[in-house]
Nanobody
Framework: QEQLTESGGGLVQAGGSLRLSCAASGRTISGIGMGWFRQAPGKEREYVASITWTSSTDYAESVKGRFTISRDNARNTVYLQMNSLRPEDTAVYYC?????????????????WGQGTQVTVSS
């Protein structure tokens, strides 16, 4: 059974950093694109970043230059390094496993989702 488990969320002051992890169980993530999305209270879920099976990366404009997505296929884990955090980054962050190797910002490109981890940035 496919399962994604996020960790690493928490409370941080503006300007601080957090590193989120997404551990996948079940089939290997090797050969599959992975992504991160987030949902703030009262808002729709939005795309944050993605990494293809060849480790090409893409970012939402709002996080470009501050966040870095990476993957470790041997550990079946994807990471999201978040630096220079802002209060507007506060949200529940979700990891997603793609249907194919090349993914980007469409939620329809992903078939499995984690339960999410809360990130709160105080001003």
């Amino acid at each position: 059974q496919e399962q994604l488990t996020e960790s690493g969320g928490g409370l941080v002051q503006a300007g601080g950093s957090l590193r989120l992890s997404c551990a996948a169980s079940g089939r290997t993530i090797s050969g599959i694109g992975m992504g991160w999305f987030r949902q703030a209270p009262g808002k729709e879920r939005e795309y944050v970043a993605s990494i293809t099976w060849t480790s090409s990366t893409d970012y939402a404009e709002s996080v470009k230059g501050r966040f870095t997505i990476s993957r470790d296929n041997a550990r079946n884990t994807v990471y999201l390094q978040m630096n220079s955090l802002r209060p507007e980054d506060t949200a529940v962050y979700y990891c997603a496993k793609g249907i194919a190797g090349n993914v980007r910002d469409g939620s329809w490109e992903y078939e499995y989702w984690g339960q999410g981890t809360q990130v709160t940035v105080s001003s």
